[in-house]
């Protein structure tokens, strides 16, 4: 394949790209800071399928999605980031997130304090198992219908 550049002006990052396949051509187009935000893929001159990417202020993916004859196909995954920042000196925690699928969240990670932290997963609208983190280790599932306990699983 071969992969082309596009440039406005004097500037130094591109502003599009294009892959071209021998059985498609993707058309990316980058934001300043050289990130991709779009990518549209032909067939036969025809676009079959475009994905766009937004990104938070410090340029990490929080959404993305895949539309397909105007439709969107897949969320691919929509995160809600927190930031915890740094307290009285101690370290700053990562940031918390959440990770949707087509609109339904799918994880979700919540930071105590460094090294303590849970991740839930939800299976469907009704079940979801919460894993507690400390000192980094799974310390416990906890199993939850309809936002109830269920049942719990600890780890020595």
Known sequence: G?????YRGESKKP??????????????KLNENGLVIR???????KSLSVTEINYDSKDRI???????DGIVK?????????D?????????????YKYYENDKLVTQTEYIKKGFYSTTI??????????????YV????VYFTNGLERRVKNYE
């Open 122 to 135: 939800w299976f469907d609208s009704q079940n979801s198992v919460r894993t507690d983190y400390e000192n």
């Open 62 to 68: 929080i959404k993305q999605s895949v539309t397909e």
């Open 2 to 6: 071969k992969e082309l550049y596009f």
């Open 39 to 45: 990518v549209e893929k032909f067939v036969d001159n």
């Open 84 to 96: 915890n920042a740094e307290v009285n000196g101690q370290e700053a925690l990562p940031p918390d």
């Open 15 to 28: 502003f599009e790209k294009k892959i071209q396949t021998k059985d498609a051509e993707f058309v990316s």
């Open 74 to 82: 897949k969320e691919l995954f929509n995160y809600t980031v927190t």
């Open 138 to 141: 799974k310390v416990r599932d």
